[in-house]
Structures are given as C-alpha cells and as structure tokens.
C-alpha cells in the first residue's frame, strides 16, 4: 500500500470552486484506478470520479458532476486532483481518494471534508 494525503477541502459558498489533491507516497503512473469518492453524513460512500487504464487514462464520472468536476493526474508529482466547479449544497460530503495498483495494492486517504453553503 502507499500512503495518500489529501488537501484542498473547506467551506465553500454555492457556484464557487475548489481543488482536492492527493499526493501519494509512492508512484502512480502504473496504478490501475485513481479515483475520488465521497460519503456524506447517513449516506453511503459513492464514487465521483475515476481514472482507470493507466494508458488510456479512460476518465468517469457520476451522472451529478459530470461538467463540473474534472479528475486529472501528474504523475511526476504522484499527484491525483479533483477540480470541482459550480458547487452545490448537495456535494457537501469527506472526499477521500482512492488508488489500486498492481491489481489488488488498495489505498484509501484519510478523508477531506468539503462544506458547501451560504
């Protein structure tokens, strides 16, 4: 396993933006799935947006941020973002990240919240 530190959460106004990163502490550009998901309070955690095929970089997102929120790699950096515009009330939750490598190597960060209200 490697060691993901997410950063970037906060309290956010509606219609504004934020930008998630999770640096891992070993290296991505061969990982199978680089992915955000989220769990907001009494909800089950779903998944918003992956990467998978490391060649490929075949990029996915749920039906609700689909043309506001972008998932991007550096792999330079062993860096995964998730850039998320025009917020809603809705996409308050802890955002974790989310990493597989050689098939079965599972890491999960350690959550960040992001809050958006008024």
């Known amino acids: 396993q490697v060691q993901l530190v997410e950063s970037g959460g906060g309290l956010v106004q509606p219609g504004g933006s934020l930008r998630l990163s999770c640096v891992s502490s070993?290296?991505?550009?061969?990982?199978?799935?680089l992915a955000w998901y989220r769990q907001a309070p009494g909800k089950q955690r779903e998944l918003v947006a992956s990467?998978?095929?490391?060649?490929?970089?075949?990029?996915k997102y749920t039906d609700s941020v689909k043309g506001r929120f972008t998932i991007s790699r550096d792999n330079a950096k062993n860096t995964v973002y998730l850039q998320m515009n025009s917020l809603k009330p809705e996409d308050t939750a802890v955002y974790y990240c989310?990493?597989?490598?050689?098939?079965?190597?599972?890491?999960w960060g350690q959550g960040t919240q992001v809050t958006v209200s008024s």
């Open positions: 070993g290296r991505i550009f061969s990982a199978n799935v």
């Open positions: 990467i998978t095929n490391a060649s490929a970089s075949s990029t």
């Open positions: 989310y990493v597989v490598r050689f098939g079965s190597d599972i890491s």
